[in-house]
T-cell receptor
């Protein structure tokens, strides 16, 4: 069974440029998460989807970040414009069950963003 | 609100020695608990999880953890580590039974194994 697939693995851009990250979750996993991981820290939730609906986006900086999950499968996370402080690893994860039912997360390898 | 505290940011240990990585959590309700491992330049993968039942949970690669409700702890242990265990380890918690529940991660413990 294929795992969570993310692309690109690495991205280097100049500040004020846009960037987008793509995630394909495990087939049949209705819950999808985007996490931000800064160097030496644990993942921090940006947004959680149940099917197509963003059920928790309270930590997403909506002035520059946006996300979508069309048809309840693939998801895209966009930053426009990027700032120096956005340099981090962006992790996508999916689960078969919601966290409140004990659903464990399956992570992709992450997209490492460097903003110059 | 939930929170997770990993008391040690780094733990150096000699190969074949035992190790314990500490994790404490806080929550106003019952919880599910997880340990994830992250090898260099990779995503996180599940080591083990506590959902219910026995408080001693066994995971992959010889790791185990014990849920202690009175101490609000979920420490990870391995009796004899190998070089291949070098990685970052994250403790995580989610509230049981809530539709709004999310998985909160600790800041991680870097385990370095010395030959």
């Amino acid at each position: 069974e294929a795992g969570v697939v993310q692309s690109p693995r690495y991205k280097i851009i100049e500040k004020k440029q846009p960037v987008a990250f793509w995630c394909n979750p495990i087939s049949g996993h209705n819950t999808l998460y985007w996490y931000l991981q800064n160097l030496g820290q644990g993942p921090e939730l940006l947004i959680r989807y149940e099917n197509e609906e963003a059920v928790d986006d309270s930590q997403l900086p909506k002035d520059r970040f946006s996300a979508e999950r069309l048809k309840g499968v693939d998801s895209t996370l966009k930053i426009q414009p990027a700032e120096l402080g956005d340099s981090a690893v962006y992790l996508c994860a999916s689960s078969q069950y919601p966290a409140g039912l004990g659903g464990e997360l399956f992570f992709g390898e992450g997209s490492r963003l460097t903003v110059l | 609100a939930q929170s997770v505290t990993q008391l040690d940011s780094q733990v150096p240990v000699f190969e074949e020695a035992p190790v314990e990585l500490r994790c404490n959590y806080s929550s106003s309700v019952s919880v599910y608990l997880f340990w994830y491992v992250q090898y260099p330049n990779q995503g996180l993968q599940l080591l083990l999880k506590y959902l219910s039942g026995s408080t001693l949970v066994k995971g992959i690669n010889g790791f185990e953890a014990e849920f202690n409700k009175s101490q609000t702890s979920f420490h990870l242990r391995k009796p004899s580590v190998h070089i291949s265990d070098t990685a970052e380890y994250f403790c995580a918690v989610s509230d049981r039974g809530s539709s709004a529940s999310k998985i909160i991660f600790g800041s991680g413990t870097r385990l370095s194994i010395r030959p």
